[in-house]
């Protein structure tokens, strides 16, 4: 069965600080991935996603994530975070063959200090 | 906003009530979601419908039960639930459930409290 793993469960930085959030999957077939960031009060949205070609990704605010094949990895990356960062962040498989199934990792809490 | 509506955002209900969540996507979708959210845990898939049909349910319960009268709505109904069910569920909507590509828009949540 899919799985996604984010090891880092809360995350506290200060402004300016560097981020990169872990995410692991295990799956041995095509996948497509997307990391997902839910504000404070606010909807889950989406951050980026990767589905082929450059392995490295950029999506909205600043964020980009690089998938790695032979880690099985989609690490989110931010050079310097802001407090308006303050979040849960999502990492998210689908699987080629079971479009719909979208499974996402436990999440990761992030709380950016002013 | 993504183009996807809740109601309510939060209910709180006692384990002999019977409720309804609704949902409503405004983004022209086929396909619609319900996902459980809950504390600590990774979000759950419960239910996929595509152009009004089930095409997914995840071994759910039967005291929920999805309808879909028609490609933008999407409704959940409650009844004799348990304490554990107490937790944010979600509705999300896609191109359709066919195309991998086609990412999820979610809406707000209804937060739900079963006493």
């Known amino acids: 069965a899919q799985s996604v793993s984010q090891h880092n469960h809360h995350v506290i930085l200060s402004e300016a600080a560097s981020l990169e959030l872990g995410c692991n999957y295990s799956?041995?077939?095509?996948?497509?991935l997307f990391w997902y960031v839910q504000y404070p009060g606010q909807h889950l949205q989406l951050l980026l996603k990767?589905?082929?070609?450059?392995?490295l990704v950029k999506g909205i605010k600043g964020f980009e994530a690089e998938f790695i094949k032979s880690k099985f990895s989609f690490n989110l990356r931010k050079p310097s975070v802001q407090w308006s960062d303050t979040a849960e962040y999502f990492c998210?498989?689908?699987?080629?063959?079971?479009?719909?199934?979208?499974?996402f990792g436990s999440g990761t809490r992030l709380l950016v200090r002013p | 906003e993504t183009g996807v509506t809740q109601t309510p955002r939060h209910l709180v209900m006692g384990m002999t009530n019977k409720k309804s969540l609704k949902c409503e996507q405004h983004?022209?979708?086929?396909?619609m979601y319900w996902y459980k959210q809950s504390a600590k845990k990774p979000l759950e898939l419960m239910f996929v419908?595509?152009?009004?049909?089930?095409?997914e349910n995840n071994s759910v319960p039967s005291r929920f039960s999805p309808e879909c009268p028609n490609s933008s709505h999407l409704f959940l109904h409650l009844h004799t639930l348990q304490p554990e069910d107490s937790a944010l569920y979600l509705c999300?909507?896609?191109?359709?459930?066919?195309?991998?590509?086609?990412?999820?828009?979610f809406g707000p949540g209804t937060r739900l409290t079963v006493t």
């Open positions: 999300a909507s896609s191109q359709d459930d066919r195309g991998s590509s086609y990412e999820q828009y």
């Open positions: 799956y041995g077939g095509t996948v497509n």
């Open positions: 990767y589905f082929s070609g450059d392995p």
């Open positions: 998210a498989v689908n699987a080629r063959d079971s479009s719909y199934k979208l499974i």
């Open positions: 983004l022209g979708h086929n396909a």
């Open positions: 419908y595509n152009f009004k049909e089930q095409t």
